[in-house]
């Protein structure tokens, strides 16, 4: 069965600092692969997703993720945060053929915290 | 991508009731999907709707505790029926085409006491 691994439930970063968010997954292929940010009170909101092609990704508000099939990880990073990036993110896995009746897979989740 | 409007993003109900939530899409999609996320957790898959027959459930939820309907490509209805505190989430809508990501709902937040 598929799953995903996020190591850490919470991460404290100083404003403007780097951020690398850690994810691993556990599938029978190679997956489709997300990442969400949900903020306080909110939906889901997709940063970047990975199916295939140049293995390092580049997303919205920043945000790039790198797919390391070897270590079956897809782990986030931001070169600067800012205070607005305080939130839960989660990576996710579905199957590669997109459409079909199967969901995603959510890991547990990182919250994100950002010190002045 | 395509907007989600959930309905309702909130209740309160009393235990033993039902509450059917309402999630409409902007567009045609393929498929639509309904989870669960208890507080402070993540999101847990409860069933895949699908259009015209009844919902593929995952394990541990089931078609009488969750009934599904999706009648066309761009609505579906979840009910939680005969509610319990723990059932207390936040539900969440989410959709996808053959060439899209999921996209989601802003969720509605149920607190059943």
């Known amino acids: 069965a598929q799953s995903v691994t996020q190591p850490d439930i919470h991460i404290t970063v100083s404003e403007g600092a780097s951020l690398e968010l850690r994810c691993n997954y556990s599938?029978?292929?190679?997956?489709?692969l997300f990442w969400y940010v949900q903020s306080p009170g909110q939906g889901l909101q997709l940063l970047l997703k990975?199916?295939?092609?140049?293995?390092l990704v580049q997303g919205i508000k920043g945000f790039e993720a790198e797919f390391k099939r070897s270590q079956s990880s897809f782990n986030l990073r931001k070169p600067s945060v800012h205070w607005s990036d305080a939130a839960e993110y989660f990576c996710?896995?579905?199957?590669?053929?997109?459409?079909?009746?199967?969901?995603?897979?959510f890991g547990k989740g990182t919250h994100l915290i950002i010190q002045p | 991508s395509a907007v989600i409007s959930q309905k309702p993003s909130r209740d309160i109900c009393q235990r033993g009731t039902s509450l059917t939530i309402q999630c409409q899409v902007d567009?045609?999609?393929?498929?639509m999907f309904w989870y669960r996320q208890q507080p402070g957790q993540s999101l847990t898959l409860i069933a895949t709707?699908?259009?015209?027959?009844?919902?593929?459930?995952e394990s541990g939820f089931v078609i009488d505790k969750f009934p599904i309907s999706r009648p066309n490509l761009t609505f579906s209805t979840l009910t939680v029926s005969n509610m319990s505190p723990e059932d207390s989430s936040i539900y969440l809508c989410?959709?996808?085409?053959?060439?899209?990501?999921?996209?989601f709902g802003q969720g509605t937040r149920l607190t059943v006491v």
């Open positions: 989410s959709a996808e085409t053959l060439t899209t990501e999921a996209f």
């Open positions: 567009s045609q999609v393929t498929m």
């Open positions: 996710a896995v579905g199957p590669p053929r997109r459409g079909g009746a199967d969901g995603l897979t």
């Open positions: 990975y199916f295939s092609g140049d293995t």
């Open positions: 599938y029978g292929a190679t997956p489709y």
């Open positions: 709707a699908n259009q015209g027959s009844e919902a593929t459930y």
